[in-house]
């Protein structure tokens, strides 16, 4: 083989092998770093993984906030009138936070079925909810709608 060929080969192939190594610490940093999200009917139905760092959303169910007097520590229900999934929270919640608002927490699934949240955001205004909050209860009231004695409402636009 020609000294030139050789050099150029020996060239390529390590461009080759740089770029292949750079692709797979880039798909392997990403892939530790995305947050999917889960509904409370997908929670529910055993769809979310444990111990893996996830994004749930819905509505903060009516009368379940309880705070702890001692601690910062508040359990509350989210729903998509469909399901409810229970949350944990230990911190200071945002000043929007209230029951019926729309809530996405990140956090954890534990193995008892209790979502452990590091991080509670609330809907910042009357008019928006979390892209991902609305489809999930639009498609609860779709199927809502389409059970036996269902009365149809819609839950969006709230």
């Known amino acids: 083989m020609h000294p030139i060929r050789k050099k150029r080969l020996t060239i390529v192939l390590f461009l080759l092998v740089g ?7 880039t798909t392997y940093a990403l892939r530790q770093n995305i ?18 760092r996830i994004r749930a959303g819905g ?4 009368g379940t906030v309880q705070r702890d007097p001692e601690s910062l520590k508040v359990e509350f229900k ?7 999934v229970l949350v944990e929270y230990t ?9 019926g608002q729309g809530v996405v927490a990140m956090g954890r699934m534990d193995g008892n079925g209790r979502f452990v949240a590091d991080q509670v955001l609330a809907k910042h205004d009357e008019n928006y909810m979390p892209p ?4 999930a209860l639009e498609k609860a009231a779709g199927k809502r709608a389409a059970m036996p004695g269902a009365t149809g409402e819609s839950s969006a636009g709230y």
Not at 59 to 62: G, N, P
Not at 78 to 84: A, Y
Not at 132 to 135: L, Y
């Open 132 to 135: 991902e909050v609305n489809e």
């Open 19 to 25: 770029v292949s190594v750079a692709v797979a610490l």
């Open 35 to 52: 947050n999917l999200f889960y509904d409370p009917s997908q929670i529910a139905a055993g769809e979310a993984p444990v111990d893996v």
């Open 91 to 99: 911190g200071i919640l945002p000043d929007l936070f209230a029951e």
């Open 78 to 84: 989210v729903t998509d009138f469909t399901s409810s």
């Open 59 to 62: 509505m903060v169910e009516e």
